[in-house]
T-cell receptor, first 112, second 113 residues
Framework: NAGVTQTPKFQVLKTGQSMTLQCAQD?????MSWYRQDPGMGLRLIHY???????DQGEVPNGYNVSRSTTEDFPLRLLSAAPSQTSVYFC???????????FGPGTRLTVL | AQSVTQLDSHVSVSEGTPVLLRCNYS??????LFWYVQHPNKGLQLLLK??????LVKGINGFEAEFKKSETSFHLTKPSAHMSDAAEYFC???????????FGKGTHLIIQP
């Protein structure tokens, strides 16, 4: 099993550009989520999904969109990048919401 | 609603001495609690989890944590620190639903030779 994979590992954007961070898991997990990690802030939940076709907002959803068309994939879209979105982004998955979550290796995003 | 407070942003210990990383939580539900470790420029790895079974939870690499409901605490301990334990440690609570996982702000563990 590859576990949770994320692409790209690094990305630099200009203000106003859009992009999609990819996340995939091969563990047949129903629950998937996106977090951002900023210094001194821990990880904060952006969006989550409890299954294909179902998504909901977390603590910091503004400026991000998600969709879940398959169990395996959960992409995160930045609609119009802003410097405040410079962060490290982690995707995670688990079988159920309250289970141990498995994290991807992260995407380091810089917005200039 | 739920929240987590890690009481120390930095902890420094000498190699071979005990480690104590403190965590207090609040939750409206019967929570699940976790400790994750993050080594520099790496992803997060689960150390241990509490899910309403035994209150003393043993994890990987010699770490353990005790769930104390009366004190709303879930402190992480290790009897003897190793240089490889130097990392960022996160205490995490979840009650499910829209709150997802709520992370503490992290404790940076420094191991002195």
């Amino acid at each position: 099993n590859a576990g949770v994979t994320q692409t790209p590992k690094f990305q630099v954007l200009k203000t106003g550009q859009s992009m999609t961070l990819q996340c995939a898991q091969d563990m047949n997990h129903e629950y998937m989520s996106w977090y951002r990690q900023d210094p001194g802030m821990g990880l904060r939940l952006i969006h989550y999904s409890v299954g294909a076709g179902i998504t909901d907002q977390g603590e910091v959803p503004n400026g991000y969109n998600v969709s879940r068309s398959t169990t395996e994939d959960f992409p995160l879209r930045l609609l119009s990048a802003a410097p405040s979105q410079t962060s490290v982004y982690f995707c995670a998955s688990s079988y159920l919401e309250m289970d141990e979550q498995f994290f991807g290796p992260g995407t380091r995003l810089t917005v200039l | 609603a739920q929240s987590v407070t890690q009481l120390d942003s930095h902890v420094s210990v000498s190699e071979g001495t005990p480690v104590l990383l403190r965590c207090n939580y609040s939750s409206s539900y019967s929570p699940s609690l976790f400790w994750y470790v993050q080594h520099p420029n790496k992803g997060l790895q689960l150390l241990l989890k509490y899910t309403s079974a035994a209150t003393l939870v043993k994890g990987i690499n010699g770490f353990e944590a005790e769930f104390k409901k009366s004190e709303t605490s879930f402190h992480l301990t290790k009897p003897s620190a190793h240089m490889s334990d130097a990392a960022e440690y996160f205490c995490v609570v979840t009650g499910g639903g829209a709150d997802g996982l709520t992370f503490g702000k992290g404790t940076h563990l420094i191991i002195q030779p």
